[in-house]
Structure formats: C-alpha cells, structure tokens
C-alpha cells in the first residue's frame, strides 16, 4: 500500500499504456484534468460524449485521481454527473477509502453523502478507519466514530487493528485518539506482535515511551520467540532498547532462532549496542544450539560466532568483555567451514 501516494501523484506507466481497456487521448485527458481539478476542461470533454467512468489499466477511473489529488471541484462535478463510487482499483481502492487514505474530511463526507459502501474495505481488508488511522488522519477518525457511529474496529487479514497500524507507524497523536474512544488493544496480530513489539521494532521511541507507561507485559513473545526488547535490539532502535531495559524486559531471552539479543547485536557489528547490553548485565557467554553440517556437529555455539571474520572490532571488544576465546579457536565457525578460526 506505500505505493499508493507515489500511484497518484503522477499517473502511471501502466495507467499511461493500459491493456485490458485501451484509454482513448480524449480518457486519457479527462483523467488528468480530473486529477488537476480542471473542471472546464472535465466539462468540454463530457460535452463530447465520453465515458465517464473509463478506467486505467490499473481499474481507475477519473474519480480516483480526483480524489487521490484532492480535487474536490473535480469529485464534485464527477459525483453530479453520477460517477461510480464503487469501482476499485488494483489495490480493492475505492473513492471512499482512497479520500480516507489522502485524510480529504470534506471529500469523504461528499462520498458518503452519494451512498459510498461505508465498509468498503481493500485487498488487504482496510476499512476507512483502517486508512485513515495508519495515515494520521485525526478528523477522519473523529468523523468515522462520533459522526457516523460505524464500528469499524476490526483485525485486517495481517490481524492487525487500526490501534497497530498507527502505533507501527509511529502515529503519538493517533494513538491517544484511539485510546480515548476505546479502541487501543494489547492483542496480537497474526505473527503475534503486540502494539509493543510493533513500535519497538520500527524504532518509535516516543511510541515506546507512551506504551510502556501502562503495558503489563513487556516480555511477551511473538510467534517467532522474539521480545518487543529483542525486536529493538535487532533494528538496532538504541532508545527503545534502552526504554525496554529500564521498564524490566528480560536481556537473556532465547528466541525460537536460539539466539539472544547479544547475539544479533554481534551479527551487525553493532558495538555500541553489544556494549548497552554488557554494561546492563547481559550474559556474554550465551549459548545457542546451532548445528553444523559439516564433519563435526556442534551442538553450542558462543556469540563471537555470530560476528563475522572482517567485523575485527566487534570481535575484540567481546573477547575483551568475556565471550570466550579459547573455545572458539577450536571450533569451526559458521563462516568457515573448512578451517578453524584463529584470533
């Protein structure tokens, strides 16, 4: 769906050269002057008889760009002389959703005043209040919930809310919004990810900040055995981890990869962050049970093997800090099989 700003600020390639239903140059000018909110030229071209709800290659028609572009002179002429409003493009948009998308309150309220499907959801299952609360759209949102009453509070196929879509996108004043009508949530999406996890794996400090102040369970895994702490600590996020580690989240946990957090920071040659979790207790020798495939099964493996032969200074910094360097000069690293790594 990030495609969908860059899709309509310009049309594209595929909309330009369409196959399915070739767009004659008088289409193909009707579209643009809808999009630039050219309504005397929308008019010339009507006046000649063209199909009004021609569509792109892609199934959009002038009302889509209209919207897309906020054109309300444009969506108003086109909703007067009866455009569908139910046509969806590639993505399951609709004019509804894409004027929730865009955040056009006034757009919106013309749309729903012409009879648009107020459930109208995407390919991915977006509603409106999906659209609008992933994109920060505050008044759509008060709109949806206090003016129309819809209850539009539901998981998409991902499981995510519309209380996940704005905390993974770092949305603060969203997620307020949202917690004041009810409608934040600890539960998980299908990868088992919490709001938590959410934001801390996007990097979302603030985000972070604001959940933590009443989150119970900051050490809840998802389906992959991973912490909203682990998470942070994989994206290299050092606010959030530091935010994590001060709120209680447990440093040693062992994901389903039977790796802990130390492990994935000396993957990235991340020594700032290898050097966070030592200074905060971490266990440096941590094992895991990574097996080999070669001559000889190694069933524990130290975190020094998670760090690659050029990154040098990670793998000083951690020897220096405890990680054990006389098993690892006998053992066969997961970067040479065939001879044993020597410091």
Known sequence: MDELTKAFTKVSNKDESSHMEILLPIEKEFHKAAKNN??????HFLSQNIQINAKTELNRTALHFAVANASEDAVTFLLKHNAR??????????????????????????????????????????????????NNHSLIVEYIIKDLQLDLNKPIEQGKKPYHLAVENGHVEMEMLLREFACSTQEKDKEGNTALHLAARNGHSTMVEVLLSDWKQVDEKNEEGQTAFYLAVLGGHQECVQMLLDSGSDINTLA?????????????????????????????????????????????????????????HCLIFLV????????????????????PHRI
């Open 256 to 312: 389903k990869t039977n790796m802990i957090a130390l492990h994935r920071a000396a993957e990235r040659n991340d020594i700032y962050m290898a050097s966070l979790l030592i200074e905060a207790g971490t266990e440096v020798n941590g094992l895991n049970n990574v097996r080999f495939t070669h001559s000889t099964h190694v069933k524990s493996t130290y975190c020094i093997y998670h760090c690659k032969i050029q990154f040098r």
């Open 38 to 43: 050219d309504v005397d030229t929308m008019n």
């Open 85 to 134: 409003v139910d046509i969806k493009d590639k993505h399951g948009m609709d004019a509804l959703l894409l004027a929730a998308w865009f955040g056009n309150l006034n757009i919106l309220k013309m749309l729903v005043e012409k009879g648009s499907d107020r459930k109208s959801t995407n390919q991915e299952g977006m509603n409106m209040l999906h659209c609008a609360a992933q």
């Open 320 to 339: 220096a800090n405890g990680n054990c360097p006389a098993f690892c000069c006998q053992m066969r690293t997961p970067f040479d099989g065939t001879a």
